[in-house]
């Protein structure tokens, strides 16, 4: 702004002499000039900042359009960025809410004056939030004997499994068996990278009719791997008690998620299988062990691996390792060597069955598994790869079964002991003269 002059209504003049000697002064009005500086600096400023922007401007290779259109851009993308974040924040704080009210809803009849606070969801109908995935479907068949009171279940096909491995494919295998005995359980063939395998196998349960209405035929799809554990795919359950029995039945149903509830982890066992035709040699060799059940009271085993061929299903020739002190997770590394012959082997089966050793009382079968041309499943799988590769030996991860299933199913022959012909005649001498 330019200068203003302002007049002054207060001048100085002389002043006359007062009573007591004193002058007296008399203001005269002066005119004073009052300069503004506002106006200047802040013309300065201004054009400053816009020296500076044409600077920063010019640094960048761009027309001056597609800088602003970028600079809008990045604006207009902060801002979608916090109006998401205000609605996400909103819709949380609502479900809050909700959730809080619902909980209120759901806790009016737990007031401690009846029995509502005491009943618990049954294990069927209690969902851990886990969104329940497809998994495939069976294609099973069921059919009772009344006359011999045989059960027989078959697998017939699988489709659209749900793909466990890294290939987005599996290798599929079913295990069957019935609750709650659980006396005897199958296995399939195994089937490599596919999701639609056609099994069309019958296995046949010896189950009189008075427990044929207690009991529930399992059906449990695994994937198959070499050198880890097995993983569960899905399974069927069907009740026995609700099937007609008048004709066979065949239908597909779809896989539910696997129950662990029944499942009892007894451990693990890897060994690996040679056989050389020429040597007539069978080499089994005991790698380790892992997770074994524990049998002493102070949650540990000791445990050692005992190795039986049993020819015809009779017991035939035993080996047995050294014991590993206090531990479930033993490493063994021992060999061992049997004479068989190629007529042999097509009648050998093969048991390994895992010990806890104990000094005062009888040692304690923690597992079994068994091998041969009569196994089924993974155990087949193995003994057939150790056939095929002669002369090359072939590990693999078995988990293993109890004791009674094992027994079971190899229905061995009991054999009648002989006195050998000193003490037949001692026992004679004896008794008779």
Same mark, same amino acid.
């Given at each position: 702004?330019?200068?203003?002059?302002?007049?002054?209504?207060?001048?100085?003049?002389?002043?006359?002499?007062?009573?007591?000697? /004193?002058?007296?002064? #008399?203001? /005269?009005?002066?005119?004073?000039?009052?300069?503004?500086?506002?106006?200047?600096?802040?013309?300065?400023?201004?054009?400053?900042?816009?020296?500076?922007?044409? &600077?920063?401007? %010019?640094? !960048?290779?761009?027309?001056?359009?597609?800088?602003?259109?970028?600079? @809008?851009?990045?604006?207009?993308?902060?801002?979608?960025? *916090?109006? *998401?974040?205000?609605?996400?924040?909103? *819709?949380?704080?609502?479900?809050?809410?909700?959730?809080?009210? &619902?909980?209120?809803?759901?806790?009016?009849?737990?007031?401690?004056?009846?029995?509502?606070?005491?009943?618990?969801?049954?294990?069927?109908?209690?969902?851990?939030? =886990?969104?329940?995935?497809?998994?495939?479907?069976?294609?099973?068949?069921?059919?009772?004997?009344?006359?011999?009171?045989?059960?027989?279940?078959?697998?017939?096909? =699988?489709? $659209? +499994?749900?793909?466990?491995?890294?290939?987005?494919?599996? &290798?599929?295998?079913?295990?069957?068996?019935? +609750?709650?005995?659980?006396?005897?359980?199958?296995?399939?063939?195994?089937?490599? %990278? #596919?999701?639609?395998?056609?099994?069309?196998?019958?296995?046949?349960?010896?189950?009189?009719?008075?427990?044929?209405?207690?009991?529930?035929?399992?059906?449990?799809?695994?994937?198959?791997?070499?050198? #880890?554990?097995?993983?569960?795919?899905?399974?069927?359950?069907?009740?026995? *008690?609700?099937?007609?029995?008048?004709?066979?039945?065949?239908?597909?149903?779809?896989?539910?998620?696997?129950?662990?509830?029944?499942?009892?982890?007894?451990?693990?066992?890897?060994?690996?299988?040679?056989?050389?035709?020429?040597?007539?040699?069978?080499?089994?060799?005991?790698?380790?062990?892992?997770?074994?059940?524990?049998?002493?009271?102070?949650?540990?085993?000791?445990?050692?691996?005992?190795?039986?061929?049993? +020819? &015809?299903?009779?017991?035939?020739?035993?080996?047995?390792?050294?014991?590993?002190?206090?531990?479930?997770?033993?490493?063994?590394?021992?060999?061992?060597? !049997?004479?068989?012959? !190629?007529?042999?082997?097509?009648?050998?089966?093969?048991?390994?069955?895992?010990?806890?050793?104990? @000094?005062? #009382?009888?040692?304690? @079968?923690?597992?079994?598994?068994?091998?041969?041309?009569?196994?089924?499943?993974?155990?087949?799988?193995?003994? =057939?790869?150790?056939? $095929?590769?002669?002369?090359?030996?072939?590990?693999?991860?078995?988990?293993?079964?109890? =004791?009674?299933?094992?027994?079971?199913?190899?229905?061995?022959?009991?054999?009648?002991?002989?006195?050998?012909?000193?003490?037949? %005649?001692?026992?004679?001498?004896?008794?008779?003269?």
């Amino acid at each position: 702004m330019p200068a203003i002059y302002q007049p002054s209504n207060v001048i100085s003049k002389p002043s006359a002499m007062l009573g007591d000697g /004193t002058a007296k002064k #008399t203001v /005269t009005a002066h005119p004073v000039l009052l300069i503004s500086t506002t106006s200047t600096h802040t013309n300065t400023t201004a054009s400053a900042a816009v020296s500076f922007f044409d &600077d920063l401007m %010019n640094h !960048f290779p761009l027309p001056r359009w597609a800088i602003y259109l970028i600079v @809008a851009v990045g604006i207009l993308v902060i801002l979608l960025c *916090c109006l *998401c974040l205000c609605i996400k924040c909103c *819709c949380r704080g609502k479900k809050k809410k909700k959730w809080q009210r &619902d909980e209120q809803i759901n806790l009016k009849g737990v007031d401690g004056k009846t029995s509502t606070f005491l009943v618990q969801p049954d294990v069927g109908d209690v969902d851990y939030g =886990a969104a329940k995935q497809y998994r495939g479907k069976l294609l099973y068949s069921l059919e009772y004997n009344n006359a011999l009171s045989e059960l027989t279940v078959g697998i017939k096909q =699988a489709n $659209s +499994l749900k793909a466990m491995d890294l290939g987005r494919s599996s &290798d599929p295998y079913v295990k069957i068996y019935i +609750l709650p005995e659980k006396s005897k359980t199958y296995e399939t063939k195994v089937f490599k %990278n #596919t999701l639609n395998p056609v099994f069309n196998e019958q296995f046949i349960f010896q189950l009189p009719k008075s427990s044929l209405l207690e009991s529930t035929a399992v059906m449990k799809v695994f994937d198959f791997n070499r050198f #880890t554990k097995h993983k569960a795919i899905g399974e069927l359950r069907v009740q026995l *008690c609700n099937v007609d029995w008048n004709h066979v039945i065949e239908e597909w149903q779809d896989l539910a998620e696997p129950a662990k509830f029944e499942e009892e982890n007894l451990g693990e066992i890897c060994f690996s299988l040679r056989y050389v035709p020429t040597a007539s040699k069978l080499t089994v060799v005991i790698l380790e062990a892992k997770n074994l059940r524990s049998m002493d009271f102070d949650g540990s085993s000791d445990p050692y691996v005992k190795i039986q061929l049993t +020819l &015809d299903k009779t017991k035939w020739k035993k080996k047995t390792t050294s014991i590993k002190k206090k531990t479930l997770n033993p490493y063994f590394n021992e060999s061992f060597t !049997f004479e068989v012959s !190629f007529d042999q082997i097509q009648r050998v089966n093969l048991v390994i069955s895992v010990w806890d050793h104990d @000094a005062v #009382t009888r040692n304690d @079968a923690i597992g079994k598994v068994f091998l041969g041309c009569n196994a089924t499943g993974n155990q087949l799988r193995h003994w =057939a790869d150790m056939l $095929s590769n002669p002369r090359r030996p072939v590990a693999q991860w078995h988990s293993l079964l109890s =004791a009674e299933q094992v027994n079971s199913t190899l229905a061995l022959k009991k054999r009648i002991r002989v006195p050998n012909k000193v003490k037949e %005649n001692a026992l004679f001498e004896k008794h008779f003269k």
